[in-house]
């Protein structure tokens, strides 16, 4: 599992780590919110010693803003350990209005606590935010547009974080450190001032992001409680920016609705491609289990627990990596990958080409004429390739001096000197065997037709005569009518 680097996380946290509730980073706090009906009273004596003063058409926070507010607090809550509480009657750790600002800024807030970094004199001042009245939006704000955003991104800031880059609306600046500058955008951080690098100002982000989440989860902990059953997150086909945050349970990403491609990695810190580019990540910490391509030619990549992937329909790339993963390339031409541990493959309908990688494999290309490819494995590793249709191909790529053993009647198994394995059943038409891996060399059918090809082919690697006509012959018999090629590089005996 990854985590999240720390210079990112300083990049978008407040410097002098001021938060809610107790100072110790990644303690937890209860934080009362009010929306206010009239300017506080505190700010009469704040205002000379430099606080914005909030009275120029000051007006309440409306309807739509007030339920934005609980919904985007609610998202808070679900990532961090912080506890917000509605006080109706009084003035909250955490205030909203609006007054105008003129252009050029959207809205501003303070730190939480600030009586920790400055004059305790202002300490009222802490968690206050202030959005622009003069923007007609602002009053209604509207997920996946700017004027939501600027509620999630006031909001951080209220909770503790800070710009990403060295600018500010109301001037000065943002000490640093910042983002690198690829990086300083809304794909990242909703506390950026730039925009996903994809798109503008009318696709913006629905949830904090990447490093917003991470910063969060370090000042406050982790909610451990959010999402532990077993759900399945599913995708507009409108592009929508968001991070997810899932503390257990078995998970999908559900894309069947898509028509168009998508690329779909289960790694978390990575980045999804689901009605957009780049723009559904996991959270750092965050763990989920199964992925369900669309109709489109799809990518899916597991992480490195066990996984389980549904190409759907279109001609699908999938990549199991680490754990037990089960691979279905289900319907087109699929490729699919099962890396380390012992995986499941199955290509369903479709020319498909599986690949087992390390560990005990299981290899099913199911319907269509298929190419199974085995080589380069650690020691032990072995695979088992089943078939009940079409044309089959297995090609091994695999080093050194390999011997070919065990071929009985029926299933065909190869044993090579590094003690990894492979079992064919008596549907397999095909077996080329390439240790150039280069996928060039020139292949020849094992009988004793063509014996004299086979023995010229190895002549260079072998004793002569090391190969003999009748010994062709009866691998050729062993093999239950099986077509046995050896690349022109294989240095072989027959055991």
């Known amino acids: 599992m990854a985590t999240a680097p720390q210079d990112r996380l300083d990049a978008v946290t407040n410097p ?35 606080a914005e003063d909030p009275s120029n058409n000051f007006s309440a926070f409306t309807t739509a803003q007030r339920d934005a507010v609980r919904d985007i607090l609610q998202m808070y809550s679900e990532i961090a350990n912080i506890t917000f509480i509605e006080d109706s009657t009084g003035v909250g750790d955490m205030t909203f209005g609006n007054h105008s600002m003129g252009e050029g800024v959207g809205a501003y807030a303070y730190y939480p606590s600030l009586e920790r970094k400055y004059d305790p004199q202002i300490a009222p001042l802490s968690g206050d935010i202030w959005v622009n009245a003069d923007r007609e939006a602002n009053f209604t704000p509207v997920e996946g547009e700017w004027s939501h955003l600027t509620l999630i991104h006031e909001i951080g800031h209220a909770l503790g974080l800070k710009h990403p880059g060295d600018y500010n609306a109301g001037g000065g600046g943002t000490p640093g450190p910042y983002l690198p500058e690829n990086e300083d955008s809304h794909q990242y951080s909703v506390m950026s001032y730039h925009s996903h690098p994809e798109y503008g100002r009318d696709e913006s982000p629905v949830t904090p992001m990447l490093y917003d989440i991470a910063a969060i989860q370090r000042l406050y902990g982790a909610n451990m409680t959010t999402r532990t059953g077993n759900d399945t997150y599913s995708f507009s086909t409108e592009t929508e920016l968001k991070a997810i945050w899932d503390a257990g349970g078995w998970d999908t990403f559900d894309a069947s609705n898509h028509s168009q491609s998508v690329q779909i990695n289960l790694g978390d810190g990575q980045f999804s491609s689901i009605g957009g580019i780049n723009n559904i990540a996991i959270a750092y910490g965050a763990t989920i289990e199964a992925a369900r391509g669309g109709s489109g030619d ?40 099962g890396g380390a541990g012992n995986d499941d493959l199955y290509g369903g309908n479709g020319n498909d080409t599986l690949v087992g990688g390390d560990g005990a494999d299981y290899l099913d290309g199911g319907a269509g004429n298929d190419i199974y490819e085995y080589g380069n494995l650690s020691s032990g590793s072995s695979v088992t390739i089943v078939d009940s249709e079409g044309f089959d191909r297995v090609i091994v790529t695999d080093s050194g001096d390999s011997l070919m053993a065990g071929l009985d009647d029926g299933a065909l198994e190869f044993t090579f000197s590094n003690g990894s394995t492979l079992s064919l059943d008596s549907a397999i038409e095909e077996v080329q065997i390439d240790t150039n891996r280069n996928g060039e060399a020139g292949f020849y059918l094992l009988s004793s037709e063509n014996i004299s090809l086979l023995v010229q082919a190895i002549s260079g690697f072998g004793a002569a005569g090391a190969v003999s006509s009748a010994m062709a012959t009866g691998m050729q018999a062993a093999s239950g009518a099986h077509e046995v090629i050896l690349a022109s590089s294989w240095h072989s005996r027959a055991a």
């Not at 001021?18 to 506080?40: E, N």
């Not at 990518?299 to 691979?327: M, S």
């Open 298 to 337: 799809d990518t899916l990549t597991g992480n490195d627990v066990d996984n389980d992937l549904f190409g759907g329909a279109g001609n699908d790339t999938l990549y199991g990596n680490d754990g037990v993963d089960w691979l279905y390339g289900e319907d087109g031409d699929d490729i699919l990958y």
């Open 16 to 50: 002098d780590n001021l938060k809610w509730g107790r100072r110790r980073i990644g303690s937890g706090a209860t934080v009362t919110y009010s929306f206010l009906s009239s300017i506080p009273g505190y700010y009469d004596d704040l205002i000379p010693l430099g």
